[in-house]
């Protein structure tokens, strides 16, 4: 087992990385600090690994209740935010209580808002599922749902007491989620880690193949990529901002096709093609680092075009309702160099027009 | 003008007392970072104030909007909440926006919650226009909406750029919500001032006939108590529970008769009382202390009975799922003597039966 410490000061919480993590409850269930714990989690993950969760707090001082949502990002609403609240009144759950996230991102977003807003704040413990979720969403803090109008606009920063990425758990991930895991591990490599990147060329086939140790190496990497950048950037005032590299973009795909379509790594990983070519016109990167970058996520068999229902035009509106607007200007993370990224707001905007009338479509689009 | 700090390091903000301060824009819209505004009222308010802020801030660099909500505590809901940031998400409003509250405590803990949720955190600013607002709510950055099986329990700790409480407003308050508004100044004389309770016995008439300068002396000592404790307990982890006494008792009584028969200061009145009762059997206060108590809550005209339908059995049950419940243990915030509280949660629960067993009732209930 690796343990990586997020430092945030009173808020600092451990990572734990390892295969067969979730029946360990020695490991974490110290970091619940009450009685009444609420597991959540969805119907697909359910019914392969809530069992082994309850189990490993049975026997103890815990009073341990599960609530089982539907599964998808569709479902990561207000609603079914409300729906988790609904349940911890219902079970009278005091200030104590501990919510236990148990599944992928949408699962830990939803969780880990509910135990934001809860008595206007609970603790709560993150158990991803999923390899999105290990390296991206289960560290940082950030939790919230989807408006129609746009990805992650309400939420709030909420630190987990803990997070358990099993490695076991991936080996029940489908082809497509576990493809789509592997675009943010991409992105720690070209926005900070060239050393990692040149890891990841070497190791695609491995993790492709899901052997362990190159699972465990990719998560830990990544998660401490995440980590740093996040305790010197708990409330994304600025250096946090690297970690949405493709992001904008790809939210903006993923609302102009509706949630749901395409997964949300699917969509980063046409983002951070667009924001490479983006750099590439502004001069940052040159031909092959651009076609080095499309090589490797075409070799971990993600989309690398645009879909064809979204014109430049409906792009830029989409991209205007985007979070990291600031004063009408809008932002973008892109790459100095691949290992090094950068936000800017000070490009042309004709040049982003440009790439977004000139890179690639594909009309049959489901990732 | 009268101005008080609320000292909470770089969360740390003014609030401004006085006449006619709706229309010192100068003032307060320093207080303002970004261009893009949204001030937030309720139909009883709006038409009477509303115009003089939107004037307030006209000719100079902002892009002001409005949003008119029904008025009423049950429409403090994650339901109306959502109406704010569907506006907000309409206007394409970004992370430099502020928004304000103009009205009452339920506008304030609607928008400031709003405020708290979009883009995971906005500034506002708060403009109470009720007397329990401008000595209660609006004072220490707890927003939040109710749950139908419980008040205030959805919500978020943020804190306002500043607190604009213009004591003209209250002229066109009703007499009711006037009297309601008058409990919580009493409160913070039972609960850490004996020199102010003795000074609202005297000038009880006074405020009765809303004399500028008793009111915002009043509304100064009130805000300066609450504010002195919250520098001490922004997350309420001891301290700050003194603020809640008469509320676990209010709570239930509104909770029980269902949100808006009552108004919150009229509930909380009658759980100071309930409050102040048992402390007497518990031996703290004597029994001239209560007669003084309830001589002072009677001559501001606010209920003193406990609801009929409300009997011991249901008023346990409904305390029992407040939020001050901790490890399952009821706390209590009681009386040491009048102008010194104190949170208890060692006393008999035979005494707290028997207290709701006899405490008088009426039949006839609407405050």
């Known amino acids: 087992m690796k343990v990586l410490q997020v430092d945030l000061g009173q808020r600092s919480y451990p990572i734990y990385i390892g295969t067969g993590l979730l029946d360990a409850g020695p490991v974490w269930s110290r970091h619940l600090p009450g009685r009444q714990v609420l597991v959540v989690s969805n119907e697909t993950v359910a019914p392969l690994y809530l069992a ?14 599960t609530l089982t949502l539907p599964d998808g990002e569709q479902y990561k609403t207000l609603d079914t935010a409300s729906r988790i ?6 079970l009278r759950y005091d200030r104590d209580c501990t919510l236990v996230a148990l599944g992928g991102g949408v699962i830990g977003d939803l969780t880990g808002f509910a135990a934001a807003c809860y008595l206007r704040g609970v ?26 109008l746009g990805k992650n606009m309400i939420g709030a920063f909420h630190q987990p007491r ?30 900070a880690n060239a050393t ?5 060329e070497e190791n695609l086939d491995a993790l492709l193949t899901r052997e362990p140790e190159a699972l465990a190496e990719a998560v830990q990497v990544s998660c401490r990529t995440k980590a740093d950048i996040v305790a010197r ?34 969509a980063v990983a046409v983002g951070m093609l667009m924001a490479a070519e983006l750099s590439r016109r502004l001069g940052d990167l040159d031909a092959a680092d651009c076609t080095r970058i ?21 792009f830029l509106s989409l991209m205007a309702s ?17 290992g090094r990224a950068e936000v800017r707001d000070d490009f042309d905007p004709g040049e982003l027009r440009a790439l977004l009338e000139t890179f690639p479509r594909a009309a049959a689009y489901t990732g």
Chains 1, 2 share one sequence.
Not at 85 to 90: G, I, K, Q, R
Not at 130 to 139: E, K, N, R
Not at 162 to 190: H, M, P, Q
Not at 249 to 255: N, S, Y
Request: charged share 25%; glycine share 12%; net charge neutral.
């Open 294 to 314: 499309r090589r490797l996520v075409e070799r971990a068999g993600l989309p690398t075009a645009a879909p064809e229902k979204l014109d430049a035009q409906r």
């Open 196 to 200: 990692f990147l040149g890891w990841l």
């Open 162 to 191: 803990c997070v358990v990425a099993d490695i076991g758990t991936l080996d029940t991930l489908g082809e497509r989620d576990f493809r789509a895991g592997l675009a943010e591990v991409i992105k720690y490599g070209l926005i």
């Open 85 to 90: 609240l609904d349940t911890l009144m219902e």
């Open 52 to 65: 082994r969760v309850t189990e490993a707090l049975s026997g103890s001082r815990f009073s341990v209740e």
């Open 123 to 148: 603790h709560f413990v993150q158990m991803p599922t999923t390899l999105l979720a290990q390296v991206d969403s289960s560290v940082g803090g950030k939790t919230g749902v989807n408006h129609p």
């Open 322 to 338: 985007d979070k990291k607007v600031r004063g009408g200007r809008l932002r973008l993370v892109l790459l100095a160099s691949p």
């Open 233 to 266: 950037d708990e409330r994304e005032r600025g250096l946090r901002a690297l970690l949405n590299f493709g992001h904008t973009f790809g939210h903006a795909i993923e609302t102009g096709l509706g949630y749901g379509t395409l997964l949300h790594g699917e």
